[in-house]
């Protein structure tokens, strides 16, 4: 992907990239969020999710099985969107024809 | 970013890049899987010919080492871009499976499952925090190393704020974390080798030596990235090969991960069986009293001293009068040899033994009950309260230090800059973690596997008539396996029985009663383990010391094919040394490795992380980060750590803060830094121009 430099870019292309930026971050905030409730609030209250799940104890088994399978799932959603993301900032910083000098 | 462009482009033109690269690579790793395939049938045709066993393991030590030196001699190069970060052309799956054999060691392989089996749900946070770590690498960190697109941790750090004060401190701090963690592999190297070969250990760690330099001397990152990959196909077909076997043998399904819910309910059914019986309450009653007769002795210990003594020369005496054979009198005088010398040694031994007796003069030989979350009650008196908060901080502050450490090791970060572009590395990460999944949920599946085994099939058995692998290994290291009849009724009961965890995988073909080639099959995956950690860890080791140190401070100017000259003889000197250091067999090692990651999180990660997602960060925030972060977490290992206390002649009384293990040192050591870089860099003048560009460069794709 070719983006010119930062400096001098044209206003309409830097507020894009902004905007990439901004949709970064709330992405990866709420994927952290998730990440977080996972391995810890779920696991600080283990003792007290313990009803049967499959056979396994709940928490026994978010610990050994659910929650290493979420923390894939949250990398693969990221790599997704982020490439969507990706692919919006080149819509975006593509000097449309009304916008053009 | 000029460097890059300049290297990077005669890279691209001179070696196959793109598709029809992938398309390759493919078909070579496939082949590649059908060759290994075809030597374990093989080496089983030979087994079922008469092959000796001994000679059946060797090939399995030397024949995929062999192979690896193959892609290493193939891979050879002297270019920088290709020896540092592979030539930045590894699509994302063969990232990920790299990643997966960097990433796991010889802990992860055969440490992990007897943990498991060893601590149950305790185990488990070596699991989520080993796992959980890679997404924040995910998140906050390989996109951008990517972008940034240099060779080393240093670099982007120095890059980012401003100079050579923070790449000095992150060289020093790299090399601590790795250095700890290569020394733990080479001994794992020479374990696995003088065990399976019958050589002794200080030549096993130098044969294993050899085994790695062939893969990373000639070809640097690009050499040791795809023998990571042909390792990571041994290693993963090693682990789940015996699990799958012994779970059909147990319940007639070859995916235990799915299932062993149930296994775990027979565990659960089991350990109460246990807790009531009678033969091992007497077995809990002999250590007790074992124990309580040296408490008596550590009361009054130069009159227990004397005591010890007279009997021993009583015992002579009598013997000499009674001219009984010399072979006696001697074993005899040996027994006497082995009192005490004096009040200090006798202390020190019988207080070991003490403690020994006691740990398993505990029910279900001291393991905690398989399923149960954290010790104590929270519910039950003071003491089980306040064993349950203990348990339950420590836990957590476990993982956190896992996570972190994982997202701050420079040897597992660096993999992320030889992707081709930003997007393949996000995707990188992810095949990463499902990588090392498919080996994750298999460990704790095996764990409660082989205690299904012990607890119903094993426990109860007739001392004349125990399976063979427990001879086996009884004879071939007493320190991984020992039984004896305490109670002296016949029978095996759990309390009789001392394991080492590493047992778990090493025993598990012969659990499951499958052919020796099996074994040797574990082996070769456990030295693939144990190999590709330690390629990757001494490439980081070697090149902070020469592409940061020597190259970015000393000699700017040094042509390209000298840098990478000096890079291969830093690399054989630091193998040399840790191989030397192994061969001392320095301490506890694990202890060491888990070490590295409270270390690594408290020195990097608060510079990586606020280097992206804060501009306001500066040089000097950093640098007070780096050093104070690390510095607290040295401090209270220096202070609490048993076994680091003696070294450094520490007297002071240990003291938790809020009852944290200095294993987790990281806890305090990483919220220690952020806070740091934030209100040093307020108080200092704001980063270099170039420094916030950096950063709006690095944030976009």
């Known amino acids: 992907m070719s983006i010119p430099d930062s400096h001098g870019a044209p206003e309409a292309e830097r507020a894009a990239r902004a905007r990439h930026w901004r949709r970064t971050v709330r992405l990866t905030a709420a994927l952290l969020l998730a990440w977080f409730v996972v391995g810890f609030v779920v696991t600080w209250f283990a003792r007290d999710l313990d009803f049967p799940f499959f056979g396994w104890p709940f928490s026994f088994w978010v610990a050994a099985q659910g929650g290493i399978v979420v923390f894939v799932v949250l990398i693969a959603i990221y790599a997704r969107r982020m490439a969507r993301n990706d692919r919006r900032l080149a819509d975006e910083s593509r000097p449309r024809p009304e916008a053009s000098h | ?701």
């Open chain 2, 1 to 701: 970013m000029a460097i890059r462009t300049r290297t990077f482009a005669p890279a691209r033109s001179r070696f196959l890049h793109g598709p029809a690269f992938t398309r390759r690579l493919h078909w070579i790793y496939v082949a590649f899987g059908l060759a290994f395939l075809v030597f374990v049938g093989a080496m089983a045709l030979l087994e079922q010919l008469g092959l000796p066993r001994r000679w059946i393991g060797f090939l399995f030590l030397v024949g995929p080492i062999v192979f690896y030196a193959g892609i290493g001699i193939l891979s050879r190069t002297t270019d920088p871009t290709e020896y540092y970060v592979a030539g930045r052309r590894v699509p994302a799956l063969y990232n990920g499976m790299a990643t997966g054999a960097d990433w796991m060691s010889a802990a992860s392989f055969i440490g992990m499952a007897g943990t498991l089996y060893l601590s149950g749900y305790g185990g488990l946070a070596y699991i989520l925090g080993w796992t959980g770590g890679f997404c924040l690498v995910a998140l906050l960190i390989a996109p951008y190393l990517r972008k940034f697109g240099q060779y080393t941790i240093p670099d982007f750090l120095a890059a980012r704020y401003d100079g050579n004060l923070v790449r000095v401190i992150a060289v020093v701090a790299a090399i601590a974390c790795s250095f700890l963690y290569v020394v733990a592999q080479i001994y794992g190297v020479g374990l696995i080798t003088s065990r399976i070969t019958g050589v002794a250990f200080e030549v096993g760690v130098f044969l294993g030596l050899g085994g790695i330099l062939v893969c990373s001397f000639l070809g640097g990152m690009r050499a040791v990235t795809w023998t990571q990959v042909a390792q990571y196909i041994v290693l993963l077909v090693a682990y789940l090969v015996p699990v799958a076997w012994l779970s059909i043998k147990q319940h007639a399904t070859p995916v235990p991960q799915a299932t062993y819910g149930y296994q775990l309910q027979k565990v659960i059914a089991s350990e109460k069986r246990l807790q009531a019986d009678p033969a091992e309450r007497r077995v809990i009653a002999v250590f007790q009293a074992r124990a309580d007769a040296l408490d008596a002795r550590l009361a009054d210990i130069p009159a227990a001293l004397a005591a010890e003594r007279n009997v021993a020369l009583r015992r002579i005496a009598e013997l000499k009068a009674a001219n009984a054979p010399q072979g006696d009198i001697q074993a005899a005088e040996r027994e006497l040899a082995r009192v005490p010398r004096d009040a200090d040694a006798a202390r020190d031994e019988w207080t070991r033994e003490r403690d020994a007796n006691l740990e398993r003069a505990r029910p279900l030989a001291g393991m905690p009950a398989h399923a149960q979350q954290f010790a104590g009650d929270p519910h039950g008196d003071p003491a089980a309260r306040r064993a349950f908060d203990d348990s339950r901080h420590n836990f957590i502050a476990l993982v956190f230090c896992l996570m972190v450490g994982t997202a701050s090791l420079p040897h597992v970060l660096t993999r992320f800059y030889t992707t081709p572009s930003v997007a393949e590395a996000r995707a990188s990460v992810a095949w990463s973690l499902l990588f090392i999944v498919l080996l994750y949920l298999t460990a704790p599946a095996l764990a409660v596997l082989v205690k299904v085994e012990v607890f119903d099939a094993l426990v109860g058995t007739r001392f004349d008539q125990l399976p063979a692998w427990i001879n086996n290994w009884a004879h071939v290291d007493p320190s991984l396996l020992q039984v004896d009849d305490v109670n002296g009724d016949g029978i095996l009961q759990l309390g009789e029985m001392k394991i080492n965890g590493d047992i778990v995988v090493l025993a598990t073909p012969e659990i499951a009663s499958l052919p020796y080639v099996i074994s040797g099959l574990v082996a070769a995956g456990g030295l693939a383990a144990a190999l590709s950690t330690a390629d990757g860890l001494l490439l980081t080791i070697a090149n902070a010391l020469s592409h940061d140190l020597w190259f970015r401070i000393v000699d700017p100017k040094a042509p390209a094919t000298k840098r990478v000259t000096v890079s291969k003889v830093l690399l054989l000197m630091v193998a040399l040394g840790a191989a030397y250091v192994t061969a001392q067999k320095p301490g506890d090692i694990l202890l060491l490795v888990s070490w590295a990651f409270s270390i690594a999180a408290s020195a990097f990660f608060p510079a990586l992380v606020l280097g992206v997602f804060w501009k306001r960060a500066n040089r000097w925030g950093a640098a007070a980060a780096m050093v104070g972060g690390l510095g607290l977490t040295l401090y209270y290992a220096l202070v609490n750590q048993p076994g680091v206390r003696e070294a450094f002649g520490v007297t002071s009384p240990i003291q938790l803060w809020w009852g944290i293990q200095p294993i987790a040192a990281g806890l305090f050591g990483v919220p220690f830094g952020f806070a740091l870089l934030v209100a040093v860099s307020l108080v200092t003048p704001p980063p270099s121009r170039a420094a916030r560009e950096m950063v709006d460069e690095v944030r976009l794709p």
